[in-house]
């Protein structure tokens, strides 16, 4: 058995029949195998029969503390069914993008079962190219980012034959306890939740503007107040700087539906470091400056473009090499503006590598469990209410939402990987949207491309599959020399 941390179970908490805790990567497959013949679900189904044992994950459910006292637990799944797990299906001719982007969507907007591990994946025939697709969803409770790559660097290999696979860890069978053993667990707990809240006050207290907790009235007067005390005090713990973020409110930071909108494409990774290299900047910086030259075009068309800057989601993972296959969420959420209200592409490119350089310096005063530290604030036995209140208040109106959108750019592998003998063509990321936060742009490179998958509401969002082609202008604005943005995008989406 495994307790989850007060950050896995906030994304087990933030679930309701409107919104979701998972996340999705849609992979693209060339489906040609040695010896002529085509991928096949049997071969995805051998494929992780075989690697299983080397992803402990997979096979784990979710075991629940009764009347709440405690965080839930992971435990072995005894009945746990492959075959439950593992689809597919096909789409209707002629099996274009629009209609991949559409079936993505629909899959994506329904919640896992969570009295089975909480993974699924589907087998997708039926594209217009010739290709497969495979789409795979877990929770986030399971994995963060990093995690999650873990994952699929297990599944997919540097060659079509595959590869000779270590010797999984020994298997420890240990007896699951009952509902009352589980309620003693759950007792036994909570002593433990006083105990968490004072480590965590130092740390967490002053910093509690830099989490979901700041649409709580007073929050920012709070850390402030505790900086303060902490600088006269002489604490060993640097406070840090403010930056005063106020995002303003746009269509998309409501109350979201239960309806998915879903859109993909690929850019030349090439082309981005083009503009990289002829300022000095990073590949980070030239991302999110496209992606806020898109938004921008999206609020202008919608007449609803604020005078002040966005404010922009950026998760940054905390895991160290020693925790590298522990699973789970070692993450903190970053701020940083993101300049729609700037007309001129070259100075928004400008403002976004100095806004980004200081969240860098932010990010490394913060301390690394603040996330964890600030949930510890909440008793488990009202963990998800108060999770889904914090959620309410940021999407609700005339409260001010806490961030506007969030945008991840994930890197990847530059050489070719193989998933059951097929070639991997892209790898396109879908991501969680919430109330108060309609809108998720995440980005993966992968051998010579950047990856973009960005899901949003349905209602607040019906169009958003026009920014992948405004992504693509953006680029062509800051492009040394212009005119390059139809050799830098090749369009693969639909909405």
Known sequence: MRQLTSLDAQFLALESPRQSGH?????????????????????????????????PPMRWRLREVPLGLDYPYWVEDEHFDLDFHVRELALPAPGSPAQLADQVARITSRPLD??????????????????????????????????????????????????????????????LPGDLGMLARGVLGVPRYPLRLLRSLPSALPNLDETAFSTLPGAGTVARVTSRVQ??????????????????????????????????????????????????????????????????????EHDELPRVPLVAQIPVSVRTSEQTGTFGNRIVLMSVPLFTD??????????????????????????????????????????????????ALSSSSPGRPTWNLVISNVPGPQFPLYCAGARLVANYPVSVITDGMGLNITVMSYCGSLDFGIVADRDQMPDVDRLIGWLGEGLEEI???????????????GH
Not at 236 to 263: A, K, Q, Y
Not at 358 to 378: G, S, T
């Open 342 to 391: 700037e007309p001129n592409p070259r100075a928004r490119l400008r403002m976004t590598h100095q806004a980004l350089r200081v969240m860098k310096e932010r990010h490394r005063a913060l301390p690394a469990a603040l996330l964890q530290d600030a949930n510890h604030f909440i008793p488990p036995a009202v963990f998800s209410r108060a999770a889904r209140l914090t959620f």
């Open 23 to 55: 996340v999705a990567g849609l992979a693209i497959l060339d489906p040609a195998l040695p010896g002529d013949r085509r991928l096949e679900l049997a071969d995805i189904r051998r494929l992780m029969k075989e690697r299983l044992p080397l992803l």
């Open 479 to 493: 492009a040394p020399g212009s005119g390059s943005a139809d050799r830098a995008t090749r369009r693969r989406a």
């Open 231 to 300: 600088r006269a005090l002489g604490s060993e713990i640097e406070p840090v700087e403010r930056s005063n973020l106020r995002p303003p409110r746009t269509s998309f930071n409501g109350r979201i539906s239960p309806h998915r909108r879903f859109t993909f494409g690929q850019m030349s990774l090439d082309a981005v470091k083009a503009v990289k290299d002829e300022h000095g900047y990073t590949v980070n910086d030239v991302v999110v400056a496209i992606c806020a030259s898109a938004v921008r075009r999206w609020l202008v």
């Open 114 to 175: 969570r009295a089975r591990p909480l993974w699924e994946l589907y087998l997708i025939h039926g594209l217009e190219d010739g290709n497969i697709a495979m789409l795979t969803k877990i929770h986030h409770a399971v994995v963060d980012g990093v995690s999650g790559a873990e994952i699929m660097g297990v599944l997919l290999d540097l060659a079509p034959e595959g590869r000779e696979t270590p010797e999984p860890p020994e298997d420890i069978q240990e007896g």
